[in-house]
């Protein structure tokens, strides 16, 4: 079935009684030529670019809980293309590029609205720091413009400007960054792959990875076993555990990320800000509750939820940049799992395991690398070649020392 505005007008005069299931539920098969372990943003985008770009239909993707129920759903969903190092920038302007035409692509609405994204910059140290991210981003082909105090005023008059601490300088915006609605993401990605003939199987967690004279040939389900000659571990936070099914190390460590979500207000905040002093993001949802976030909590967990230092300072942060703050009640907030890496940019590499595949290590912000994850990683599955946007994200610079340093903290993210 098509969406459609006419569609939605005859079932509506119809009583909606011709909306059929989204995606099929099927039963997994024994064997199959690909499986993805992970039903999140990555995997679903994964299974369909196999699909859609590579031809391959007899694929599964494996998903423990419920489609959408990992981090893909839990995300502030900022998506932007203001990276700065070469490796990172090409691949997320690939990204946003395949972002302004995903609606279309999988007839779906995701929400994707460009707003613009500013970050907002406190000293002449970073002025300078974002004059050179700037032109970093106009030589990658992508937009970015500094704002001055004035300009910024206008746009942002809610902002305290004058702060003791850390009075605003200024700031770089990227008019076609934005955000969209992450589990809509998801959802689209499940019904275009779906309807291209992936079995998305729900409920279905991986247990082990079976390998013979270093090759993979299935994993282990808790609905059985399932044969494949390639098998993508697409899992998010969950990386370093499911990698170790294949007895492999992951240079990731899982961090619990929280975001929270005030009662819905008329609109206020027209784009997405981000502090420069302090790790503090905020956008408004299309349903009025403004949507915010920081950092990851400094200890490794599995829990998805976080811990009160980390809801204190992020409303530190918020209250100090716009005191406006304080008369909104927060409504809620929860936690996802990061796959933080040492060098903050991520892994989609073979293993040394033939037919056997990774991509991982998204760290915070993977929810607009969706797209282009998927196209990278299901390029790589159907090829065996790196795809040329994300050849550098290899497994291995964590041994040969070429790290891609992107938040140029090393190995220490308390330090960002
Ligand atoms: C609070 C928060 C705010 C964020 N904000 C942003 C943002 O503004 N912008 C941005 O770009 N990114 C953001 N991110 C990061 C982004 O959400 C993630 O990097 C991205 O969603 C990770 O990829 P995914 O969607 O595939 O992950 P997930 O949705 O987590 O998918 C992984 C899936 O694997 C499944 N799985 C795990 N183990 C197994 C197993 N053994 N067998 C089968 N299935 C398994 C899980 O159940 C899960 O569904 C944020 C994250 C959080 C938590």
Known sequence: MRYSGWKVITEGLLGNTGWGRAWRDPAPKAEYDAIVIGGGGHGLATAYYLAKNHGLTNIAVLEKGYLGSGNIGRNTTIVRANYFLPGNSEFYSHSLKLWEKLEGELNYNVMHSQRGHIILFHSDGQRDAAVRRGNAIVNQGDDAELLSVAQLKEMLPYLDYNQTRFPI???????????????????????????LGVDLIQNCEVTGIDTVDGKVIGVQTKRGAIRAKKVGMVVAGRSSQVAAMAGMRLPIESHVLQAFVTEGLKPVIDHVVSYGMGHFYISQSDKGGLVFGGDIDMYSSYASRGNLPMVEHVMEAGMTLMPMLARARVLRSWGGIMDMTPDGSPIIDKTHIDGLFVDAGWNYGGFKAAPASGWCMAHLMATGQSHEVARRFRLDRFRTGHVMDEEGTGSQHNLH
Do not use: K, S
Not at 187 to 193: F, P
């Open 169 to 195: 300088y200024g700031g770089l915006i990227q008019r076609r960054a934005g955000t969209a609605r992450h589990d809509a993401v998801a959802w689209g990605y499940a019904r275009a792959a779906d309807r």
